[in-house]
RNA sequence: GGAGAGUUGGCAGAGUGGUCGAUUGCACUAGUCUUGAAAACUAGCGUGCCGCAAGGUACCGAGAGUUCGAAUCUCUCACUCUCCGCCA
């Protein structure tokens, strides 16, 4: 969520920011700020009830210890009214702090400058691409490739579990294995520290990174224990970091972690979703990083050349997007998303989506920095996926095929063992 | 899942109804001393909210309750540890 004093200090800039997605939160923002007012005013009222009435009680207990017992009797029948009085004013301050949090979380992030305004990705900037994106002379979708070569089942997956869940065998399972090794040891090498985070994480997660409340459609929800599968590894790995406090000293903290991710994808269909497009299960590997405020912009750049690397090393086309603001998440400020090209579909399929957060999570998350002097600030928190790993694969299958066999990238290699799948 | 023990500031560990936000030690920060370091000594050293400030207020796992007054008493829940059961 946006920060309350920095709502008040700064109110029209951050309407106009919003303005860029496609919302007028004028009336939210007075609303929020008029809330702000009447909590203040219940907190200082709140005080001082509660100073007088801690003064009374200690007035009496030195008269209890001087043995003046009736005057402390009296004391004591007097202070029914002051006791109510702070009842009311508990009740009073805690509706006011809840009313805030609801409202606050309803606003999503104020888009950075350079984010154009826009409504859909028709509205989204190319900030460069990388190689040719033209359709392969074997044009051949990967649905078919790893149909013919029995990599994927997708219907075995549908008798599993259902549709999106597809089974991946031999020679598939080996390139998604290899994939996420090779994702892993690139990140390592980036300088980020590996974590394996839990798969299920609880509502205060959930809503540390913003998934919760807005979002939880999309997630699947197991009621038994109220725990959530994770929609993306940057929920646990972010909250890792949640309700602390970091020494500057410490920052950047990078970490790299591998997961399985589950969406419900509730309202998906077509052939938008066909093969491996979009599924409930997919594996991702997933870049975090937690920073200064004043450094979070140059670690994002950074973090978008890691993807393309990791691009350029698989040998895939790809171009840079600079997100408009309606086609943002909501809780970003500054989204890069990074598609490929897929040459059996003629269509560029995103593949990574890169973010700085600014202080929207860490706000939500309590999550802070602490100087040399003591001073304490929100972090910055961005993260990227290096890389989401179906679409990745599907391009691979398709950009690589000549009609007679799949050839892997050399960057590969030395995970899979094997060259072609023929 | 069953039985028992526990949960206090970065860590260790006091405190069982009244001025306790909490003794003390370690760690940490600054300073004195020293050629430098160590040691010693001095001072500082949790977090949120209200307030220009002085200051006020809240927090001793979480929530509720008893009381004029709760870290201390009662209840519920969560978590940790030990033993038993089950199990990859």
């Known amino acids: 969520m946006l920060q309350l004093a920095h709502i008040r200090e700064n109110r029209q800039e951050i309407i106009e920011a919003l303005q860029k997605r496609g919302i007028n939160a004028v009336e939210i923002i007075d609303q929020i700020i008029a809330l702000d007012d009447h909590r203040k005013q219940t907190q200082s009222a709140l005080d001082q009830s509660l100073s007088e009435a801690k003064k ?88 078919d490739i790893t ?46 520290t590996e974590v394996i985070p839990p798969h299920m994480v609880n509502a205060e997660s959930g809503f540390g990174t913003g998934q919760l409340p807005d979002k939880d459609g999309q997630m699947y929800h197991a009621k038994e224990d109220d725990l959530y599968l994770i929609p993306t590894g940057e929920v646990p790995i972010t909250n890792i970091y949640r309700d602390v406090i970091i020494a500057e000293d410490d920052l950047p903290i990078k970490n790299v972690g ?22 409930h299960q997919f594996d991702k590997v997933e870049i975090v990083q937690l920073s200064k405020p004043e450094d979070s912009y140059a670690a994002l750049e950074v973090m978008v050349e890691h993807v393309e690397q990791l ?21 970003a400020a500054l989204t890069y998303d990074l598609e490929v090209y897929s040459k059996g579909q003629g269509r560029w399929l995103e593949v990574s989506s890169v973010s700085n957060f600014e202080t929207y ?25 290096a890389l989401a790993l179906p679409r990745i694969l599907a391009a691979i299958l398709e950009n690589n095929y000549d009609g007679e066999a799949v050839r892997i990238p050399a960057c590969l290699v030395p995970y899979t063992k094997f060259e072609t799948i023929e």
Request: aromatic share 6%.
């Open 361 to 385: 999570q860490a706000n939500r998350m309590k999550l802070r920095i602490k100087s040399k002097d003591g001073k304490k600030r929100l972090a910055h928190t961005l993260n990227g996926s």
């Open 56 to 143: 009374i009680a200690s007035e009496i207990g030195s008269m209890m210890k001087a043995g003046r017992m009736e005057e402390a009797n009296a004391a004591k029948a007097a202070t029914g009214t002051i006791k109510k009085r702070n009842q009311e004013l508990e009740q009073e301050l805690k509706s006011h702090e809840a009313g805030l949090i609801e409202l606050l979380a309803t606003v999503p992030n104020a888009p950075h400058a350079s984010v154009p305004a826009g409504k859909s990705s028709d509205d989204n900037e190319t900030i460069r691409a990388w190689g040719e994106a033209e359709n392969a002379e074997h044009a051949t979708p990967h649905w």
């Open 147 to 192: 149909k013919k070569y029995g990599l994927i089942d997708f219907e075995l997956g549908v008798k599993i579990t259902g549709a999106g869940f597809p089974v991946y065998l031999g020679k598939g399972a080996k390139l998604q294995r290899s994939l996420i090794q090779f994702f892993l040891d690139q990140g390592e090498e980036a300088g980020y």
């Open 258 to 279: 591998y997961s399985p991710c589950f969406r419900r994808e509730a309202g998906s269909y077509g052939k938008e979703v066909r093969g491996l497009n979009r599924l």
């Open 311 to 331: 691009l350029q090393k698989l040998e895939l086309p790809y171009r840079v997007l600079r997100l408009c603001g309606g086609d943002m998440g909501f809780t």
